[in-house]
């Protein structure tokens, strides 16, 4: 089954920057869009960024747009997500999460079917 395990989170000051992992396994079909969202106390979960395990195609929420880049390193198996200039509206847990064979990169919650445990980023001074 599909397994996902995020890590890099924690406490940053505005300003900052943080790098967070994804590693996956357990892909065993033609190809993954390995998505994060994240979701902050009292507010819907928000798709942040996804990239595709085919062609590494990727697709940015407007508030990700030259702050963020997500990557992914296929000899590891990790998707990564670096975030700069952090803001405090950034804090929130940060999810990871796959779907096999999305056919356009989209950042719906409910198409995904695979989410790991999340990872706590609280950007405060």
């Known amino acids: 089954q599909v397994q996902l395990v995020e890590s890099g989170g924690g406490f940053v000051q505005p300003g900052g920057s943080a790098r967070l992992s994804c590693k996956y396994s357990?892909?065993?079909?033609?190809?993954?869009?390995i998505a994060w969202f994240r979701q902050a106390p009292g507010k819907e979960r928000e798709g942040v960024s996804c990239i595709s395990t085919r062609d590494d195609s990727t697709y940015y929420a407007d508030s990700a747009k030259g702050r963020f880049t997500i990557s992914r390193d296929n000899v590891k198996n990790t998707v990564y997500l670096q975030m700069n200039n952090l803001k405090p509206d950034d804090t929130a847990v940060y999810y990871c999460?796959?779907?096999?064979?999305?056919?356009?990169?989209?950042?719906?919650?409910?198409?995904?079917?695979?989410w790991g445990q999340g990872t706590q980023v609280t950007v405060s001074s």
């Open positions: 357990g892909f065993t079909l033609d190809f993954y869009v």
């Open positions: 999460a796959a779907v096999a064979k999305m056919r356009y990169l989209e950042l719906i919650s409910w198409k995904y079917n695979s």
